[in-house]
């Protein structure tokens, strides 16, 4: 493959490395230190010494360039010890370890997408609506070598092909969302199509492991898919933000459960759901 040529010295990973105090913080975290009040005392520490400056750091052997000042998950993943969301993954690798396809809707930076790549899934699309962390994540993929891996699009998923409004919140930007404005938010007009249609476009028949986090939307995004969808094609494994069902208009999780699906794992913030026996 052709190396990419690179003018600006701060397109290269490592440019904004942790320094001076950020830097003994990070030590502090790779020894073993970023659990609990020490955790939260960190992420204090980091907004009021970085500001609002990334931060390149190898993230368990992927390389990241992070901006925990407005984005809970980039700062969690600097300041935790702990691997994020470590049993989602463990639970992940074992479908697609060997290869397969991984969908990502509402892949933020590309935490999840990311991790497919390096667990083995040979192909991802990484679906993110809010072009500020859709831009971060795009940053995330060529420092890690995965573009012909990971395929990005910048659209929302729905039930039918729409333009809306997304509230972007700028404390946190993955908590952006169609449904619900925040305080400290602005709004942009993103495209919506059904998944069907994405996947259609894609040559994909069928995904093998799907994640889905998309702020309380989750149910207007997959019914119209799985309503009109051969149980044959049903995804081997669905990961789902459950924390939002107030905002469902119908009980998404319900129907998989009732249509074919088990739970498999359940965690604070997902549940996993398989077709598998």
Not at 12 to 29: D, E, Q, V, W
Not at 45 to 60: A, C, E, G, H, R
Not at 97 to 124: P, R
């Amino acid at each position: 493959m052709a190396e990419i040529k690179l003018k600006n010295p701060k397109e290269y990973f490592g440019y904004y490395s942790p320094a001076g105090t950020i830097k003994f913080i990070r030590l502090l975290i790779k020894v073993g230190l970023g659990f609990g009040s020490l955790k939260k005392l960190f992420a204090k520490l980091l907004i009021t010494i970085n500001k609002d400056n990334p931060l390149d750091v190898v993230y368990f052997n992927l390389k990241f360039r992070l901006y925990p000042h407005n984005n809970t998950i980039e700062s969690k993943m600097f300041v935790s010890s702990r691997l994020r969301e470590g049993k989602e993954l463990d639970v992940i690798s074992g479908f697609i370890k060997h290869g397969g396809i991984f969908l990502d809707i509402g892949a933020n930076v590309g935490y999840y997408s990311l991790m497919a790549a390096k667990l083995g899934a040979t192909k991802i699309l990484g679906i993110e609506p809010n072009p500020i962390v859709l831009d971060r994540f795009k940053t995330n993929i060529r420092f890690n070598g995965f573009e012909k891996k990971i395929k990005t699009f910048q659209i929302g998923i729905g039930p039918k092909k729409d333009t809306m409004n997304l509230q972007l919140s700028h404390t946190d930007m993955g908590s952006s969302s169609i449904l619900n404005a925040k305080s400290n938010s602005s709004k942009i007009k993103i495209k919506i199509i059904p998944l069907s249609e994405l996947l259609k476009k894609e040559g994909v028949k069928r995904v093998d492991v799907l994640k889905i986090d998309i702020e309380g939307y989750e149910d207007r995004a997959l019914f119209p898919y799985f309503e009109n969808l051969d149980k044959k094609y049903y995804p081997r494994l669905i990961l789902m933000e459950d924390s939002s069902q107030t905002d469902w208009e119908r009980n998404i999780l319900q129907w998989l459960l009732c249509n074919g699906y088990r739970i498999l794992a359940r965690t604070r913030g997902n549940i996993l759901i398989t077709t598998d026996k």
